[in-house]
């Protein structure tokens, strides 16, 4: 492709996505379904430079005001992930002495708002709670993540998984805390390799495979994910219960549950039951009242902990946001603790940073239900899963992950058991 025709789709790519009206890697999936003559190099450096002026968007928008046309264009210009020579070859004399110019702006002594460039009503939260870690925190959540994966026991050992990336000279290192996950820091084609396609694999970030592990599920047990989404909590549950019991995926989208399918059959797990349910208080729901051993709640939040990944989040959300959602989040939790049976575990996980969706959610559930459950605390439930380094991965009764400080996306659990 012509380096300008690339440039151009890179402009009309932000353009949709700094709509910030939809998920950004819904846009850019539906963009490559348009365009799906592009190669893999191509669309690596269109979604590499919109992930890249998502992450930094109050100083690319900064920078780009000395320049001339489209603003979209300048963005993508200042971004560019792909190859250097390659974006030279699409600019005009004019672009290109611009962006030499801009370049040697000393980025470090900006105002601090171009610097974190995260949403002013996040940082006041934020710098104050973490002190000396906000910024390492800044440059941890402004970095791409690894490719974590999560070994599917039921078919697979970490080993042997290990030793299969090996032979396709993919280094895949083990996890420093999940006993089930590799990381690897490349991006393969992973959808091709056998291994993938064989299901002893799943794409997970390790504070994700964390949260299955603390839900503790046995063999022949009766479990609920009742949040499923796209069940890569629920796949983790099932293999930990030997494909034996009786698992069920709820969610409230048909849509996110229909994308578990594929991902199930490759999994070879049988004990799995997706639901859709209407609310959390759904009649299928209230049938299972005090039936259930293990209960997980992975909660709709506001999934600032995913930055990393998904750094349209900061200029998706709000703090109005964040009240509905404490709403939805405390009535969620009340009615899955209703499923469980006596020596029940239940744990509720978001993938937020704020206290707000974390511990008030969890302090004010435990207030409220002293009487029928009770705080176990999450490294003895770490420890039990074998867990590596579990006490660093706490802060008092609860799992509490960090970008910065674990290499994982940031997580929040808490654990209870019903009395």
């Not at 603003?71 to 030279?88: C, D, K, S």
């Not at 600019?91 to 900006?110: G, M, P, Y």
Request: hydrophobic share 40%.
């Amino acid at each position: 492709m012509h380096p300008n025709a690339l440039l151009e789709l890179a402009t009309e790519l932000l353009h949709r996505v700094l709509q910030l009206q939809h998920p950004a890697d819904g846009v850019v999936s539906d963009f490559f379904r348009q365009h799906r003559t592009l190669g893999s190099r191509e669309r690596h450096s269109l979604a590499e430079t919109t992930y890249t002026v998502l992450r930094q968007r109050p100083l690319f928008q900064h920078l780009a005001q000395s320049g001339k046309g489209e603003i979209e264009r300048r963005l993508a210009i200042l971004a560019w992930q792909g190859n250097e020579g390659f974006l030279r070859a699409a600019l005009n004399e004019t672009e290109q002495q611009w962006l030499i110019q801009v370049s040697a702006v000393d980025r470090s002594a900006l105002p601090e708002k171009l610097r974190h460039n995260l949403p002013e009503w996040l940082t006041a939260i934020l710098q104050p709670a973490l002190g000396d870690e906000f910024w390492p925190l800044v440059e941890a959540m402004n970095a791409p993540a690894p490719l974590d994966l999560r070994v599917n026991t039921f078919k697979a050992k970490r080993d042997d998984v290990q030793a299969a990336f090996k032979a396709e000279n993919i280094e895949a290192l083990p996890t420093p805390y999940s006993p089930l996950g590799l990381r690897i820091q490349s991006k393969p084609a992973l959808h091709k390799l056998d291994v993938f396609m064989r299901g002893d694999v799943e794409v997970q970030d390790e504070g994700s495979q964390l949260l299955a592990l603390l839900t503790g599920a046995k063999r022949g047990e009766m479990v609920a994910d009742f949040c499923a989404g796209a069940g890569g909590k629920t796949l983790a549950l099932g293999a930990e219960m030997r494909n034996t019991g009786r698992l069920y995926a709820f969610d409230t989208s048909g849509h996110r549950l229909a994308s578990l399918k594929p991902r199930l059959a490759r999994s070879g797990l049988s004990n799995v039951y997706p639901a859709q349910i209407a609310h959390e208080r759904d009649e299928r729901i209230k049938r299972l009242a005090g039936k259930l051993d293990r209960v997980l709640v992975d909660a709709p939040c506001s999934g600032l902990g995913t930055l990393r990944r998904n750094p349209d989040l900061k200029w998706r959300q709000s703090p109005q946001a964040i009240e509905e959602l404490r709403v939805k989040q405390a009535a969620i939790l009340a009615s899955a603790s209703r499923l469980l049976k006596p020596g029940g575990r239940l744990v509720y996980a978001t993938c937020s940073l704020l206290d707000a969706e974390n511990e008030e959610i969890a302090q004010a559930f435990g207030a409220e239900h002293a009487s029928q459950f009770k705080v176990m605390p999450a490294v003895e439930a770490l420890t039990r899963a074998h867990v590596g380094e579990a006490e660093t991965l706490v802060r008092g009764d609860y799992l509490r992950l960090w970008p910065h400080r674990h290499g994982t996306d940031g997580f929040f659990a808490a654990v209870w058991e019903r009395q």
